[in-house]
């Protein structure tokens, strides 16, 4: 069975469609996968458990968020390749990412197995949760090589336009996470701990039961030996392309680790009601997340093949949906807060507080469409060192100040904390809209 997309003929809104929704869906399960940890120790543990895990959790969702942006270089090279009838580049690129990777998910094993304690230091951990949290991220650190092999599987996919397999993949990591954490957490009372070793194990199911599924598939390309080598010019290409989303990436999310610092000074209950409002955040992302990875699929095989005024039509078409939809799950998370955060916990000073930063954060829901929508043209086009500036500027000269300042007044709480991504957002979009502008004039070609 194939699954391979062509975006450079047919109707562009029903191919990105048909490509999203699979994206939506392993999204979804990514969501579910980080909430069953947090939700399982939530029902079995108490605050310090919900505190730990959610801590724990956003030093993880740092590695990953370093490799995802490093695979987007991939993603994009390979789609590009497709998108030109370059099958036998498309090849040797995957080979390229292959060998890459495997040092990359060898060294930030290591990294993160040292910088555990400092990380947690650093986020400003409970005392109470402080033994728990570090455990969680030690634990986890161990299985970085899964999350490794895991994304760059699902960025090569991507790249030829099969976001089918990507969704499978996740479905049954997510399945294997929440028996593991039901059977560790529940019947063996492993806490944290146990919720670590499940989510390593599940993921390291994933990679091997996903290299199976792949051996039966017909790809629209051939890998030869020699292409997996650290020694060709495609390495250096994903470099390129990679290491400046992968910086943004890292950056942006270390300014919401710094965001879960500043919750922490509040109290257990508001670091326990952050980590569950950050579970829920991640839900209210999912159709963003989408968007961009969609939009960037699409534009990179346009771009490939010389096609620019359909990959700016499939950018605006996008914005458009995305928007709408967007708008429901804004609305719904704000009225629904309470009753969302608990599904997470019962304690009501927990829910309070993940409440509180809900009905700040859910306008994000709305304006990251286009926002995300934007990167993924920007990176389909190559130009990701425009996608890093503007997410680092965003965190660095918006986000962080902004959180810091209202997290440090008598007046503060996890609603201003939430209410400073959107508005770090807006920048992010008046900055894509001036780059567009100045690229139409220098890029005309280019730009459609």
Not at 51 to 58: I, L, N
Not at 238 to 251: E, F, H
Not at 328 to 354: E, N
Request: glycine share 10%; charged share 10%; with cysteine.
């Amino acid at each position: 069975m194939s699954a391979e997309r062509d975006f450079t003929k047919g109707p562009v809104v029903s191919n990105m469609i048909k490509f999203a929704l699979p994206v939506l869906g392993a999204s979804l399960l990514q969501s579910a996968y980080g909430a069953a940890d947090l939700l399982i120790v939530g029902h079995f543990g108490d605050s310090a458990s919900v505190s730990a895990v959610g801590s724990g959790s956003e030093i993880m969702y740092l590695v990953t968020f370093i490799i995802f942006g490093l695979t987007m270089g991939a993603t994009v090279l390979i789609g590009q390749r497709i998108g030109s009838k370059d099958y036998s580049g498309a090849g040797a690129a995957v080979g390229a990412a292959c060998a890459l990777f495997i040092v990359v998910g060898i060294l930030l094993t290591g990294l993160m197995e040292l910088i555990a304690y400092p990380m947690c230091k650093l986020m400003q951990v409970p005392k109470e949760a402080m033994e728990k949290a570090l455990a969680y991220v030690r634990i986890c650190s161990a299985g970085v090589v899964f999350i490794t092999a895991y994304n760059v599987i699902s960025g090569i996919f991507r790249g030829i336009g099969n976001s089918k397999l990507p969704m499978i993949f996740v479905a049954i990591s997510a399945a294997a996470n929440v028996i593991g954490d039901l059977v560790l957490c529940g019947i063996f009372r492993l806490d944290s701990a146990g919720a670590a070793i499940a989510t390593i194990a599940a993921q390291a199911l994933s990679v091997v039961l996903s290299l199976v599924i792949i051996s039966r598939q017909d790809l629209p390309f051939s890998l030869k030996k020699r292409d997996i080598s650290l020694k060709t010019k495609d390495v250096g290409t994903i470099l390129k392309l990679g290491v400046p989303l992968s910086l943004q990436d890292a950056l942006v999310h270390f300014s919401f680790i710094a965001i879960f610092a500043f919750a922490n000074t509040f109290g257990l209950a508001a670091s326990a009601g952050y980590s569950v409002a950050s579970r829920l955040s991640g839900f209210m992302m999912l159709i963003p997340s989408a968007v961009g990875a969609s939009v960037t699929a699409v534009v990179s095989q346009n771009v490939g093949a010389g096609l620019y005024s359909r990959a700016k039509n499939a950018l605006f078409k996008m914005i458009a949906i995305g928007t709408g939809f967007g708008i429901v799950v804004c609305v719904l998370s704000f009225l629904f807060a309470p009753q969302l955060s608990s599904v997470f916990t019962s304690d009501k000073a927990v829910i309070d507080q993940s409440s509180l930063n809900i009905y700040g954060f859910c306008w994000d829901g709305i304006l990251t469409n286009t926002l995300f929508a934007f990167s993924g043209f920007y990176n389909g086009h190559g130009k990701t060192t425009a996608v890093m500036l503007n997410g680092i500027t965003s965190a660095i000269l918006i986000r962080l100040p902004l959180t810091w300042f209202f997290s440090v007044q008598s007046w503060g709480s996890l609603f201003w904390l939430g209410i400073a991504t959107p508005i770090s957002t807006v920048y992010g979009i008046i900055f894509y809209l001036v780059y567009y502008r100045s690229l139409k004039k220098k890029e005309p070609r280019l730009m459609g």
